[in-house]
């Protein structure tokens, strides 16, 4: 069993930066693949971005390729996603998600074992 409990998400606008937040509980973090997803209103959710289990390999979505990047960090059990030059149609409910299985990091929901609440994202134009 993993938990995952995003922050950081808020209001900003567009040109802006923030910086979500993702701790995992409850298994080795140093073990698994983590990924970012997010889901706008009447859409389907969507990957973003993935980093395998050392951090060594990231995977991004061509959407948001050079302007987000994703890192972790083992020892506070925590992933990140900094966003920079954030557009109106980043605007969605961001979600981290665990891959148990595939330690590298994958762009695809199936995957994924474990999701967190999510956190809204919000950009102005």
């Known amino acids: 069993q993993v938990q995952l409990v995003e922050s950081g998400g808020g209001l900003v606008q567009a040109g802006g930066s923030l910086r979500l937040s993702c701790v995992a509980s409850?298994?080795?973090?140093?073990?698994?693949?983590m990924g970012w997803f997010r889901q706008a209103p009447g859409k389907e959710r969507e990957f973003v971005a993935a980093?395998?289990?050392?951090?060594?390999?990231?995977y991004y979505a061509d959407s948001v390729k050079g302007r987000f990047t994703i890192s972790r960090d083992n020892a506070k059990n925590t992933v990140y996603l900094q966003m920079n030059s954030l557009k109106p149609e980043d605007t969605a409910v961001y979600y981290c998600?665990?891959?148990?299985?595939?330690?590298?990091?994958?762009?695809?929901?199936?995957?994924?074992?474990?999701w967190g609440q999510g956190t809204q994202v919000t950009v102005s134009s």
């Open positions: 998600a665990a891959d148990l299985d595939y330690g590298l990091g994958s762009a695809m929901k199936k995957r994924y074992d474990y």
């Open positions: 409850g298994r080795t973090f140093s073990s698994y693949a």
């Open positions: 980093i395998s289990w050392s951090g060594g390999s990231t």
